[in-house]
T-cell receptor, first 115, second 114 residues
Framework: DVKVTQSSRYLVKRTGEKVFLECVQDMDHENMFWYRQDPGLGLRLIYF???????EKGDIPEGYSVSREKKERFSLILESASTNQTSMYLC??????????????FGAGTRLSVL | AQKVTQAQTEISVVEKEDVTLDCVYETRDTTYYLFWYKQPPSGELVFLIR??????QNEISGRYSWNFQKSTSSFNFTITASQVVDSAVYFCALHRGSDYKLSFGAGTTVTVRA
């Protein structure tokens, strides 16, 4: 089974803190994604990476950055956390190609509260 | 631009009732893929089904069935004889053939009462 692991289920941080959300996948997937989930808005893509050290902005990248130094690990960074970044953050991975069928596999999410 | 609309925010039913979740999509692409995911209270999105734009066959998997109609740009999902374990948020999503990204609908929360 594909396993996508997010390092924390719950995090509470203060405004202005630098926050790291970590995600690790064990299926050697090339693609990794960070989403934000808010009620009534579904999932919105923050950033994605299609290879080590490669990244592209998603739909809502402002206030976030990412790092992918190893294929299995994709980190989301909030440089200076703000209260409007309180949300559920979901990491996903997928493999490109016809056989993989573009299916994304998700972690259990990190619920971040910024006070 | 592509867009996925799930008009139903919440649905509440009693066990053994059937539930149909609506999904309407917009895209200019001729090649695309439609997905349904389930998010139980544990939080992890679970893949349910993928359908490509060239395959309009309906599909049944146990108590789950999907109705894909290109003419109305809809990909609806029915749970037959619902059970309490079906309580979850269900997301419809669209993937362009030429892209990495999934575009999600807002989700429908299904509550099945015993």
């Amino acid at each position: 089974d594909v396993k996508v692991t997010q390092s924390s289920r719950y995090l509470v941080k203060r405004t202005g803190e630098k926050v790291f959300l970590e995600c690790v996948q064990d299926m050697d997937h090339e693609n990794m994604f960070w989403y934000r989930q808010d009620p009534g808005l579904g999932l919105r893509l923050i950033y994605f990476s299609y290879d080590v050290k490669m990244k592209e902005k998603g739909d809502i990248p402002e206030g976030y950055s990412v790092s992918r130094e190893k294929k299995e690990r994709f980190s989301l960074i909030l440089e200076s956390a703000s209260t409007n970044q309180t949300s559920m953050y979901l990491c996903a991975s997928s493999s490109p190609g016809v056989l993989a069928k573009n299916i994304q596999y998700f972690g259990a999410g990190t619920r971040l509260s910024v006070l | 631009a592509q867009k996925v609309t799930q008009a139903q925010t919440e649905i509440s039913v009693v066990e053994k009732e059937d539930v149909t979740l609506d999904c309407v999509y917009e895209t200019r692409d001729t090649t695309y893929y439609l997905f349904w995911y389930k998010q139980p209270p544990s939080g992890e999105l679970v893949f349910l089904i993928r359908r490509n734009s060239f395959d309009e066959q309906n599909e049944i998997s146990g108590r789950y069935s999907w109705n894909f109609q290109k003419s109305t740009s809809s990909f609806n999902f029915t749970i037959t004889a619902s059970q309490v374990v079906d309580s979850a948020v269900y997301f419809c999503a669209l993937h362009r053939g030429s892209d990495y990204k999934l575009s999600f609908g807002a989700g429908t929360t299904v509550t099945v009462r015993a």
